[in-house]
């Protein structure tokens, strides 16, 4: 029996699609089963059964959204390479370069995600358990589709990336997520936590304190938020508040994965003409009279209170961190 060499693997990939997500399950389910015996230890309240028991049903629920609409997704990528205006070669760098656009594209849909109500609707759910371990990296959206957050990750295939890289660097990028939702590692080394997206890095991206509101949008790459204003550390001095602002209070399913759009549909129906394409292009917490806050308003509204807390740690709080345990759901 031969084996196939890498470069036909690569090629295989870029034809295909390698998709390593389905791989990489069993190490999902072994860590998380580690960190359970490391959260009874150290955090007992680290994990709560209602809300894990949640995670993970948005996490099943969002695989079968995923395959259900997954021909859909492929047929558009297609189409776009097919009329493509270039085309880029399968070469060892630009498996690279493509790795790294994809990371880039996942941030600009991270940020709009936070940024644009329509799409926060369907990204809501993962930031919506008041726990941060494993189980909440599963916390994933059944309404991506819908709400066209794919759109960000797809075109590419025009400029002339084949749809199987999109795919495979795709891939990489979610597993890579995964290890980042816990508080069983403080900090890593100093030159790791300057470039890659860390585990206290997106303990900062899932808090509700209003320091750390709409920050630090990363998948693998952190240098996209030091380049582009978003970053901000994780301070020992702030203790991360997880959630979402106004907490649901409730495991239920249905209430995580529709809730935001329920309310979406309810503005609507409510709000003048002329304010309804506000409630879904502007800012989660917008409104048109002005009784919300949006998380730049409640960040303004800290921040004019806090203004000698301004600055950046220094190198002492950049130390490594002992972990804390999650305040508990509801």
Known sequence: MILP???????????DGLDVVPFAVPLFVATIMIEMVWAARKAPTAYEPGDTLTSLLMG????VAGALVAGLIALGAGWLYAHRVATIPVLWWTWIGVFVLDDFNYYLFHRTAHRVRWFWASHINHHSSQHYNLSTALRQSWTGFPALSFAFRIWPAFIGVAPGMLLTVGGINLVYQFWVHTEAVGRMPRWFEAVMNTPSHHRVHHATNPRYLDRNYAGVFIVWDRLLGTFTPERDDDPVRYGIVHQLGTFSVLTVAFHEWASIARDLWHAPWRAKAGYLLRAPGWSHDGRRDTSDMIRARWQAGHAEDQGD?????LASRNPAATPSAG
Not at 60 to 63: A, D, K, V
């Open 5 to 15: 060499s890498l470069a036909d693997i690569a090629r295989r990939a870029a034809t």
């Open 60 to 63: 099943l629920g969002s695989t």
């Open 313 to 317: 740690p220094g190198a002492d709080q």
